[in-house]
């Protein structure tokens, strides 16, 4: 089975902290996105990676950075913590390229996610 | 407009009832059409998919797509308590990886 691992689930920071979000996939999965979930608006994207050292913005990249230094490692970075980043954030990852497990067709398209990180910002 | 269109509920049924789900779309791209389930404080995981119009049946679930009238649609039969969640429609139109997501349909299936 995937598993996609962040690395806490609940935290509690005060404004203007540094936060960091840490994500592992075992999967060996080519691509890795950075979700906020907030009722009523659904799934966000902040930032995606399709390989190692890249990254893209999604659509609410403000306030976020990302790093991708390995391939099984996505974290997200909150430079100045706000209150209005307090939010549940997911992790997820897709697409295996090549091996044992290859995807092909609309499965590349298929995302597994993390349990989620519940960021409460005081 | 959002790309996405679901009514985000909470849609309340009596256990064994027909769940009907649905989405709307705007982007004719699309062509791969996911429904994640996303139990209370846990992360989404994948229901089922298809793979432009039709149907397609797993079990007590049936993903239907209208790709004329850009009309998406699961459907639960003999719904169970189990079966209560949030559920999320997630078209994609395969080029990038990325899937397009509604705002999600909560729904409470009542013993």
């Known amino acids: 089975d995937v598993k996609v691992t962040q690395s806490s689930r609940y935290l509690v920071k005060r404004t203007g902290e540094k936060v960091f979000l840490e994500c592992v996939q075992d999967?060996?999965?080519?691509?890795m996105f950075w979700y906020r979930q907030d009722p009523g608006l659904g799934l966000r994207l902040i930032y995606f990676?399709?390989?190692?050292?890249?990254?893209e913005k999604g659509d609410i990249p403000e306030g976020y950075s990302v790093s991708r230094e390995k391939k099984e490692r996505f974290s997200l970075i909150l430079e100045s913590a706000s209150t209005n980043q307090t939010s549940m954030y997911l992790c997820?990852?897709?697409?295996?390229?090549?091996?044992?497990?290859?995807?092909?067709?609309?499965?590349?398209?298929?995302?597994?996610f993390g349990a989620g990180t519940r960021l409460s910002v005081l | 407009q959002k790309e996405v269109e679901q009514d985000p509920g909470p849609l309340s049924v009596p256990e064994g009832a027909i769940v009907s789900l649905n989405c709307t779309y705007s982007?004719?791209?699309?062509?791969?059409f996911m429904w994640y389930r996303q139990y209370s404080r846990k992360g989404p995981e994948l229901l089922m998919y298809?793979?432009s119009s039709g149907n397609k049946e797993d079990g007590r679930f049936t993903a239907q797509v209208d790709k004329s009238s850009k009309y998406i649609s699961l459907f639960i039969r003999d719904s169970q308590p189990s079966d209560s969640a949030t559920y999320l429609c997630?078209?994609?139109?395969?080029?990038?990886?990325?899937?397009?997501w509604g705002a999600g349909t909560k729904l409470i299936i009542k013993p």
């Open positions: 298809t793979y």
């Open positions: 997820a990852s897709s697409f295996r390229k090549s091996g044992g497990g290859q995807t092909v067709g609309p499965a590349k398209n298929i995302q597994y």
């Open positions: 997630a078209p994609s139109a395969g080029s990038n990886y990325q899937l397009i």
């Open positions: 982007n004719s791209a699309f062509q791969y």
């Open positions: 999967m060996d999965h080519e691509n």
């Open positions: 990676s399709y390989d190692v050292k890249m990254k």
